[in-house]
């Protein structure tokens, strides 16, 4: 029953995949105090590396993306180095491997990165309200609105840690537009108010995550660039009618990109959202034609049925893959899983 998922997938030219089972990305909050990957982050990446693709763990893409406690950048050498080690490992056992590229925008606290070092920007100047998790000292402060330098410069530098993934030795990247962080703040009306040619409007709402697709694409190329979206919005984000055009736009741009997926971003696929119509998956597949990542609480034997069923091409498991390193092969064995449980989140294994 779960056979369609160990067959090889071919994403483009550049890049086939062993299987159809993605590891989600999970933050695990480990990285060293620089920010720096560690050998035992390396290790944890190998032990999965059977599934078709890792995506890794959300990684900053400057100082003041950082939203979470030892969350791993790529804006340093020493980065850039610690990641070397794990993109090597994961390749040493077969893997493939994509860095997932993060700027959390006004889910950002300067207790991390310092008040010297840069303020919490997003979309618009509208904050959430609640403590940050890990921190529940710390609540969350009002964004400054992004200008036009500020963007100009965000682009650059999603572009910089890109070439930086390369470097590392990852075989591309995926964009982190999903989840209410930075990218997704410009994507829906509830956080983005602006009145110039980065809001109002669908062109303009879609018009940062255009050009940070087409700044990465010009930098590393669209066989190795993917992005995750979440146009249902779920997390640090209220839902409003005009996102759907919003979507339409961005997804019919996309299209044109050739990228080698787009990937939902859920915790769970059978949420509805009235105006997509139903799931945000089926909207999805119903708006964008070529290789489409699922997600969101499906098991093995879920996720190839949805997969038989055309809703999506890939499948991609988070939480299972935290509770077993040896997901892969489990599945393909019919062994039984290991039920994953928040208190894992405590340590690597
Ligand atoms: C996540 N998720 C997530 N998503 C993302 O895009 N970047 C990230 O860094 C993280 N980090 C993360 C950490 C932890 C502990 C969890 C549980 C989840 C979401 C994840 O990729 C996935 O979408 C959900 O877990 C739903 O899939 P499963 O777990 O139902 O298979």
């Known amino acids: 029953m779960t056979a369609t998922l160990f067959t090889p997938y071919k994403l483009n030219d550049t890049l086939t995949l062993n299987n159809k089972i993605i590891m989600a990305p999970l933050t695990r909050c480990m990285a060293d105090d620089n920010l720096v990957p560690t050998a035992t982050m390396a290790a944890y990446y190998a032990r999965r590396a059977d599934a078709g693709l890792i995506i890794s763990e959300a990684t900053i893409i400057r100082p003041d993306g950082q939203g979470y406690v ?84 965000l682009v650059s530098d999603y572009a910089t840690a890109a070439s930086n993934a390369i470097e590392a030795g990852f075989d591309g990247v995926e964009i982190h537009g999903a989840n209410g962080y930075l990218i997704d703040q410009f994507l829906h009306y509830s956080c983005n108010n602006r009145t110039d040619e980065y809001g109002e409007i669908p062109e303009n709402m879609a018009r940062f995550a255009v050009e940070v697709v087409d700044a990465i694409i010009a930098a590393i190329g669209s066989d190795r660039t993917a992005i995750r979206l979440s146009p249902g919005a779920y997390f640090n984000m209220e839902p409003n009618q005009g996102d759907r055009a919003v979507f339409d736009t961005l997804l019919k741009q ?63 498991i988070g939480r299972a893959f935290i509770a077993n390193p040896d997901y892969v092969t489990r599945v393909r064995d019919g062994l039984e899983l290991t039920a994953y449980d928040d208190a894992m989140l405590a340590e690597l294994v």
């Open 254 to 316: 996309l299209e044109t990109r050739h990228l080698a997926f787009i990937h939902l971003g859920i915790f769970d696929d059978a949420m509805e959202f009235d105006y997509l119509g139903g799931t945000a998956s089926r909207y999805l597949r119903q708006q964008y034609h070529q290789t489409l990542v699922g997600v969101g609480s499906y098991t093995a034997e879920t996720g190839s049925k949805a997969i038989a069923n055309n809703q999506f091409d890939l499948l991609a």
């Open 70 to 153: 030892n969350t791993p950048g790529l804006y340093t050498q020493a980065q850039i180095e610690g990641w070397k080690v794990v993109t090597k490992a994961v390749h040493d056992k077969g893997g493939k491997i994509f860095a997932q590229l993060w700027h959390t925008g006004r889910v950002a606290h300067p207790f991390f990165f310092g008040e010297q070092n840069g303020e919490v920007i997003s979309a618009s100047n509208i904050g959430i309200e609640g403590t940050i998790p890990r921190n529940r000292e710390l609540t969350y402060q009002q964004p400054k609105a992004a200008t036009q330098a500020d963007i100009a410069q």
